[in-house]
């Protein structure tokens, strides 16, 4: 038995640019398990909003090969228990779902069934937008007719401008993104005002997850269904999670697990809370461990793998804005 990680560049096709941070390309690692039963992958996209970095996952992954036995993780049990000194969470999850992929073929499953999954569908996506100038938003939007939503980054800069020339061109339902942008309640008030006779669908995560009062006070009056992205990792406290929002934002990669994710949206549910199954900028490859989870949510966002050039392993597609597992 062989486990490595393979660095990836990955470029863009557009400068990523959110309300903390922008870039070209992206460095993922490609996780590879060679076994007896054959040869298994998965992804780590480290995300610096949650202090991963390209060097502190090659360490941390040294010390993980360093430290076990991998003849005995030969269950979900011995899998978890060699994770939990884990503390990189776009790591744990490229070790945990490529041999949770190897221990459903020993048992002769795919990995849905393997973790009691309801069966992978073909699922609408949105597409994203990041944050550019005005004059370029009316290229941007010709090629994305075919996506019922499109889900734009914001910043309290140029939010207003940016969706009041996005709705001259398209009719799309609009998935606002601030990325914890708005610090200050009042001036967020006056740009939701702007939002009047937009499609707005769902608002993600306009403050830092540290104001949980003033969450709780949007959601009081707010006409809009509120998305909690950094609010939520691997944990949740979903009594909390749900005066705050109408709805999670589940992403592999900081929840660490597909265990946890799995849980986590059960959890939800039980608190009258939606889900989204979205994603970091990724490959096909895992892109389609999260479309493991299509059938349990009710909004996907799985289109990180459509922002790089030339994705090289076409393991999801993409027709008419519905993605499939190939």
Same mark, same amino acid.
């Given at each position: 038995?062989?486990?490595?990680?393979?660095?990836?560049?990955?470029?863009?096709?557009?400068?990523? =640019?959110?309300s903390?941070? $922008?870039?070209?390309?992206?460095?993922?690692?490609?996780?590879?398990?060679?076994?007896?039963?054959?040869?298994?992958?998965?992804?780590?996209?480290?995300n610096?909003?949650?202090?991963?970095?390209?060097?502190n996952?090659?360490?941390?992954?040294?010390?993980y090969?360093?430290?076990i036995?991998?003849?005995?993780?030969?269950?979900?049990? /011995?899998?978890?228990?060699?994770?939990?000194a884990?503390?990189?969470?776009a790591?744990?999850?490229?070790? &945990? /779902?490529?041999?949770?992929?190897?221990?459903?073929?020993k048992?002769?499953?795919?990995?849905? /069934?393997?973790?009691?999954?309801?069966?992978? =569908?073909?699922?609408?996506?949105?597409?994203?937008?990041?944050?550019?100038?005005?004059?370029?938003?009316?290229?941007?939007?010709?090629?994305?007719?075919?996506?019922?939503?499109?889900?734009?980054?914001?910043?309290?800069?140029?939010?207003?401008?940016?969706? $009041?020339?996005?709705?001259?061109?398209?009719?799309?339902k609009?998935?606002?993104?601030?990325?914890?942008?708005?610090?200050?309640?009042?001036?967020?008030?006056?740009?939701?005002?702007?939002?009047?006779?937009?499609?707005?669908?769902?608002?993600? $995560?306009?403050?830092?997850?540290?104001?949980?009062? &003033?969450?709780?006070?949007?959601?009081? +009056?707010?006409?809009?269904?509120?998305?909690?992205?950094?609010s939520?990792?691997?944990?949740?406290?979903?009594?909390?999670?749900?005066?705050? +929002?109408?709805?999670?934002?589940?992403?592999?990669?900081?929840?660490?697990?597909?265990?946890?994710?799995?849980?986590?949206?059960?959890?939800? =549910?039980?608190?009258?809370?939606?889900?989204?199954?979205?994603?970091?900028?990724?490959?096909?490859?895992?892109? /389609?461990?999260?479309?493991?989870?299509?059938?349990?949510?009710?909004?996907?966002?799985?289109?990180?793998?459509?922002?790089?050039?030339?994705?090289?392993?076409?393991?999801?597609?993409?027709? &008419?804005? $519905?993605?499939?597992?190939?």
């Open positions: 038995m062989k486990l490595w990680i393979e660095k990836i560049h990955l470029d863009l096709k557009v400068n990523w =640019k959110l903390r941070n $922008q870039t070209t390309f992206k460095e993922n690692f490609i996780v590879h398990l060679e076994t007896g039963d054959g040869h298994f992958t998965s992804e780590i996209a480290p610096i909003r949650y202090g991963e970095t390209i060097n996952i090659s360490k941390e992954f040294e010390d090969v360093g430290s036995d991998l003849k005995k993780i030969d269950s979900i049990i /011995s899998l978890s228990d060699s994770l939990v884990i503390k990189l969470h790591l744990r999850f490229g070790l &945990e /779902s490529v041999f949770l992929s190897y221990l459903a073929k048992e002769g499953k795919n990995l849905s /069934s393997y973790l009691n999954l309801p069966a992978p =569908k073909s699922v609408a996506t949105s597409f994203s937008m990041p944050i550019i100038p005005v004059n370029e938003i009316e290229v941007y939007l010709k090629p994305l007719g075919r996506f019922s939503s499109l889900k734009i980054k914001v910043n309290a800069e140029t939010g207003v401008d940016m969706l $009041q020339e996005i709705r001259r061109y398209t009719d799309a609009l998935r606002v993104d601030a990325n914890e942008g708005w610090s200050h309640f009042e001036e967020y008030l006056k740009f939701e005002k702007s939002l009047d006779g937009m499609n707005i669908e769902l608002i993600e $995560q306009p403050f830092p997850s540290s104001m949980h009062e &003033e969450y709780k006070e949007l959601k009081k +009056f707010t006409p809009y269904k509120l998305l909690a992205d950094e939520i990792e691997d944990v949740g406290d979903f009594s909390e999670l749900s005066k705050q +929002f109408h709805a999670m934002n589940i992403k592999l990669m900081k929840t660490g697990s597909l265990l946890k994710a799995r849980d986590l949206l059960m959890e939800a =549910k039980k608190f009258g809370l939606e889900s989204m199954m979205g994603c970091m900028i990724e490959t096909t490859i895992g892109i /389609s461990y999260g479309m493991l989870f299509s059938g349990m949510v009710e909004y996907v966002d799985l289109d990180g793998f459509l922002l790089v050039k030339n994705e090289p392993f076409h393991l999801v597609s993409e027709a &008419e804005g $519905q993605l499939t597992l190939s």
